[in-house]
């Protein structure tokens, strides 16, 4: 498989709690650690047993490297990683709190943003499954097609309102919203969300809802999965592990139902441990947790 976009370092700080605003409180501890919604998610797949291509832009700093380090020590394809010149890795700040909940802002470098170079010589049409955010919509757009024309599976991961992103989602096979998202599209209501976007292409829109699981809409059905239950450590990541999990139950052959309970399992394995990468689940954790519940 394929996957497109963004990577990052995270800085995670674990709290008590959050302080009001204006406010201070002690951090627990501090941890720089790599990150990026589909860069985990192209390491989670790797765990699961996947061949990925990892296609995306860092600095020409030491940031750079720790991001691209894991992907390579688990096999992933990192040759076509574009290095900026002068440019800062993208970096993220993440707040963790008792109950494992976390808060995040991110900075991105403008000369981070893919471009219609970094889709040259890609074997997107000889891929099983297309991986891919919202980062850079117009090349995610390109990809899309590409891998559309050519049958090969598209899932995105759309967590915020951007440009081009309802038109994004409604173009590709699986595209998967945060829950806020999914509400913002359909004022207020997340399954209303999945209803507007699921008028273009899709075949299953989603939306995930934390520790409560995913919502699907497929066709005129409306699908609900719970989530499991697991000793949360730090919630950063679960909605990666989720796309990860999905994409790897779809390519197993998977129908709906059983694609969202895989993706919520990957996921919940995924909050067991420190940061975005710091628990990602093997297929036997997978399979164990599945069969466990």
Known sequence: MVALGQNALDRVA???????????CEAVD??????????TAALACARLGLQVVYVGAVGDDTAGERVIAPL???G???GSVRRVAGAATQGAMIWVDA???RTLVWNRDPRLSLSARDLAGLPIESARLLLLDAGDPDVAMTAATRALGAGVATVLDADTP???VRELASRVDFPVLSESLATALGAGKPEAGLVAISEGRPRMAVATLGARGAIARLGDETLESPGFAVEVEDTTGAGD???AGLAW???AGEGAAGALRIANAVAALACRGPGAQGSLPSSDEVSALLRSA
């Open 249 to 251: 139950a779809l390519l």
């Open 72 to 74: 390579a020590d688990a």
């Open 30 to 39: 501090f941890a720089e650690l790599p990150g990026g919604q589909v860069a």
């Open 162 to 164: 951007g440009p081009r």
């Open 76 to 78: 992933v394809d990192v």
């Open 14 to 24: 674990r709290v008590e709690s959050l302080p009001p605003a204006g406010g201070k």
């Open 241 to 243: 592990a989720f796309h």
């Open 99 to 101: 109950k494992g909940e």
